[in-house]
């Protein structure tokens, strides 16, 4: 009677046996899910081959060549709202309105030109100027200025020139973060790159490979690693006025999960760290449990990459980020050499898949623990 018991139990076991703890999917329900047809899946899933090699070495920076311009900003930049400037007025001969005094002790008594003391760009951006009246300041250029100036004196003082400078130049950039002090940067007017700025803000104070510099102009905002502006020079992009950067410790770090070793996340503290590289420092495959032919890589990449791969992909959808898992085969002596060729980078996971012997063998396990249970209940009846 016990055994008429037992034996239901021990099919539902058996035709259970998919459902017995995992660490994470098989491979067969990663690239083929069951009930799922392969055209519906959410991501790509691509088999890399040497085909595939030359896009994924040359994968897109995501960096500031591409956002920001590499030219320097006018070498003549606008006056703004709050700037401070001194004006300088210069007349032809003596006898003029600014040639016969020295008022507020700026210059000597028939001298021909005078310094006006120093004032600020007013919120209606204009500036006082005697005998000239209120002349418009913001959005001009200091020559611009000058310029106005001379229109409006020119009937009035004797051939006028105009000198306009400014004090604490407006045009600045603002650098904050952790990893930096923070300062606002005026900007030479020969134009300054974005590792100048930072150097005149107090420096770095965190390694490379663990900083990131995020850079925002205004709607525009990208951010990279300190360790990438210092390889590529063409990342390091002209700063204009208005432009905050951000600098801040944020160390990149990729997941390893499945028949791996251990299952953590682990810093990328070489770049460029390749995934053979990622995969031995995970500690490698477990021999009794990975299936090598399974290796995956999983991350959001670049449009750009995905039409290089897969053209007709379903899931391009403009420069949008495609979810895509490149799947590598350990069991083949010459996906070693591909994985030696592909970058791992920031929030990349990588996952090893059980062998389908392991649900197995954890299914003998279970048998195991039902045929052992049975045991007892004989000896239990036995001794009753």
Do not use: W
């Given at each position: ?300 990449e670049a449009a750009s990459v995905v039409r290089a ?76």
């Open positions: 009677m016990k055994k008429l018991i037992l034996l239901p139990l021990l099919f539902g076991l058996l035709a259970g046996c998919s459902n017995l703890p995992a660490s994470g999917p098989t491979a067969s329900m990663v690239v083929e899910p069951t009930g799922t047809e392969v055209a519906d899946l959410p991501y790509e899933v691509i088999d890399v081959t040497e085909s595939d090699l030359p896009a994924l070495r040359n994968r897109p920076v995501n960096a500031f060549a591409g956002r920001f311009s590499s030219h320097a900003p006018a070498p003549s930049q606008a006056l703004s709202v709050g700037d401070q400037v001194v004006i300088t007025i210069f007349e032809a001969a003596g006898g003029g309105l600014f040639s016969n005094t020295a008022p507020m002790g700026t210059t000597s008594a028939g001298s021909r030109n005078i310094a006006l003391p120093p004032q600020t760009v007013d919120r209606d951006g204009s500036l006082s100027v005697p005998y000239a009246g209120r002349v418009p300041a913001a959005g001009r250029t200091p020559a611009a200025v000058a310029k106005a100036i001379e229109t409006k004196l020119k009937d009035k003082a004797i051939e006028p020139q105009v000198i306009v400078s400014t004090q604490g130049n407006g045009a600045a950039a603002t650098v904050t973060g952790d990893a930096t002090g923070a300062a606002r940067v005026a900007l030479s007017l020969k134009g300054d790159r974005l590792l100048d700025v930072i150097a005149q803000a107090g420096g770095v104070k965190t390694l490379p490979h663990e900083t990131k510099v995020r850079l925002t102009r205004g709607s525009t905002s990208e951010s990279a690693l300190l360790e990438t502006i210092l390889r590529n020079p063409k990342e390091d992009v002209y700063v204009y006025p208005g432009d905050k950067i951000y600098v801040y410790r944020d160390a990149p770090v990729f997941v390893a999960l499945g028949a791996v070793a251990a299952q953590k996340d682990y810093p990328i503290d070489d770049e460029p760290m390749t995934l053979l590289q990622a995969v031995a420092k995970a500690g490698g495959l477990i021999d009794t449990q990975a299936d090598s032919s399974a290796v995956f890589l999983f991350r959001r791969l897969r053209p007709n992909s379903r899931h391009l959808a403009g420069n949008e980020p495609v979810p895509v898992i490149y799947r590598l085969r350990f069991d083949k002596a010459g996906d070693y050499f591909f994985a030696q060729q592909i970058t791992v980078r920031d929030k990349d996971m990588i996952y090893v898949a059980n062998a389908p012997t392991v649900q197995f063998s954890k299914f003998v396990t279970v048998i195991r623990g039902v045929t052992s249970t049975v045991g007892a209940f004989k000896s239990t009846a036995t001794v009753n």
